[in-house]
């Protein structure tokens, strides 16, 4: 599910960024999704603390924000 999730952030992002941007942003994107599967974050997403579909668009634009003023 991760691949396809970073084949297809990096596909769709290509139409709307450049390709660099679209690499970066799909990478911190995957790995981020994937970050709520460890235990310390489990323990903070049952407490409502953490929710992955807010961090994730968060932390993907932000590495393509920076990866575009590079």
Request: glycine share 8%; no cysteine.
């Amino acid at each position: 599910g991760s691949l396809a999730m970073l084949a297809f952030s990096i596909i769709a992002g290509v139409f709307f960024v450049s390709p660099v941007v679209a690499v970066a942003g799909a990478i911190i994107a995957t790995i981020f999704e994937l970050m709520p599967e460890a235990s310390f974050f489990q323990k903070h997403r049952k407490l409502g603390i953490l929710d992955d579909n807010l961090l994730v668009p968060l932390l993907a634009g932000a590495a393509m924000l920076a990866a575009s003023a590079f």
